[in-house]
């Protein structure tokens, strides 16, 4: 069966510090990667999604970037983060063509200070 | 692109009543429609789709109903337990890699 991780779990960062966040999925292969932020209470916003190694698609201009440089991993980053980076960030993997189903990692709750 | 409502934003019942959220999408082309349970400081969790050939779809105390003239679809949750309380998303698919979400409803079960 399938498995997606993510870590950290949680982490807290200053305003202007640098940012990874990793996402693994194990079971499967060559599987769309999707990352997802949301705020306290508020929906789901889909920042970055790839369908292949080296192929990522944005979302959302910002401060943020995404990797792809295994099959079944997809890397969150940033140089410098904002305070409004903050939130619980959500990787997700994805059946693909045709049941596009997709199903989420346990999460990294980012706060920035 | 595609834009999907769900209504309501919070949605407060009995232990035992039925529960029904509603959600439209405003692209006719899409034909992938899942449900998610979000419980606090969870993940998303995939509970119920149901795709743009069938009309509905049953899984135990959860349905779903679609009804593509309309561009509407629905959850339905009979006899509703407090572990039903969570946050339920939308979304819809146009067959493409992506989901567009509804804004969540939060469903509050009292005993």
């Known amino acids: 069966s399938q498995t997606i991780h993510q870590w950290p779990a949680t982490l807290v960062q200053p305003v202007g510090s640098p940012l990874s966040l990793e996402c693994t999925v194990e079971g499967t292969s060559n599987p769309n990667l999707y990352w997802y932020r949301q705020a306290a209470g508020r929906g789901l916003q889909l920042l970055f999604y790839?369908?292949?190694?080296?192929?990522i698609s944005s979302e959302v201009p910002q401060n943020l970037s995404a990797s792809r440089p295994q099959d079944r991993q997809f890397i969150l980053s940033s140089k410098k983060l904002l305070l409004s980076d903050s939130g619980f960030y959500l990787c997700?993997?994805?059946?693909?063509?045709?049941?596009?189903?997709?199903?989420f990692g346990p999460g990294t709750r980012l706060t920035v200070t | 692109g595609e834009n999907v409502e769900q209504h309501p934003s919070t949605l407060s019942v009995q232990e035992g009543d039925s529960a029904v959220i509603k959600c439209t999408y405003s692209d006719s082309a899409s034909n992938y429609f899942p449900w998610y349970k979000q419980e606090l400081g969870k993940r998303p969790q995939l509970i119920i789709d149901i795709r743009s050939n069938v009309g509905e779809k049953k899984d135990q105390r959860i349905a779903v109903t679609l009804n593509k003239t309309a561009k509407h679809f629905s959850l339905h949750i009979t006899e509703t337990q407090p572990e039903d309380s969570a946050v339920y998303f939308c979304?819809?698919?146009?067959?493409?890699?992506?989901?567009?979400f509804g804004k969540g409803t939060m469903l509050l079960v009292s005993p």
């Open positions: 997700a993997w994805g059946t693909g063509s045709p049941n596009f189903e997709q199903y």
């Open positions: 790839s369908v292949g190694i080296g192929q």
């Open positions: 979304a819809a698919s146009k067959g493409y890699s992506t989901l567009t």
